[in-house]
Every structure is written in C-alpha cells, then in structure tokens.
C-alpha cells in the first residue's frame, strides 16, 4: 500500500495494488490511522511548515481514500512491484496519479 499526502486537499491517497482494502479497516480499528495523523502534525511542527510558508496552523482533518483504479498483482499485469515503483515515480515527480 503507498499514500500520498496532499497537504493543500488534506486528503491522503491510498494506492493498494494487493486489493487489501480490508487492511485499511484494520489500522483504523488498531488506532494506527490515529496515531498518523498525530505523527503528521508533529512532523510539520517539526519543520516549521506553516510558518515558512506564511500561513496559519490549522487542525489536520485528514480524510482517507482508498483509490479504486489500481493495477493488481495477477493476472498478465504480473508483480505489482512494477506498479508502486511507477506510483513512487509520479510522487516525486509531483504528477497527480492518473486514477
């Protein structure tokens, strides 16, 4: 699974080329997806990232989406390793991912 975190949407995409969305159930009832958000914020104080940016601290209302479109690891599409190396890729690149 990979994420990318959109600080200007708040939002955070989840990319899961195993099809285990049911994982995603699971941090949340552990409390992991909490302790996220925690660490999120804790990090961009860190950094000092909202003031070098010149704007306000606002409260991290993360929403979660699980993408619907992403290629799998079967069939003729093969390992799926491929597939999070090319995600990595748009990442860094800052290229929003095609979904």
């Given at each position: 699974m990979?994420?990318?975190l959109c600080l200007d949407?708040?939002?955070i995409h989840l990319y899961d080329s195993l099809l285990?969305?049911?994982y995603y159930n699971l941090l949340v009832e552990e409390g992991q997806i909490q302790s996220f958000k925690t660490d999120v914020v804790a990090l961009l104080d860190s950094i000092n990232y909202w003031n070098q940016r010149g704007i306000l601290r606002r409260e991290l209302d993360l929403e979660f989406i699980i993408e619907a479109w992403v290629p799998q690891q079967s069939g003729p599409l093969g390992d799926c390793g491929v597939w999070s190396c090319l995600l990595l890729e748009y990442g860094i690149s800052g290229i929003r991912v095609p979904v």
């Open positions: 990979l994420g990318e949407t708040m939002k285990q969305s049911h």
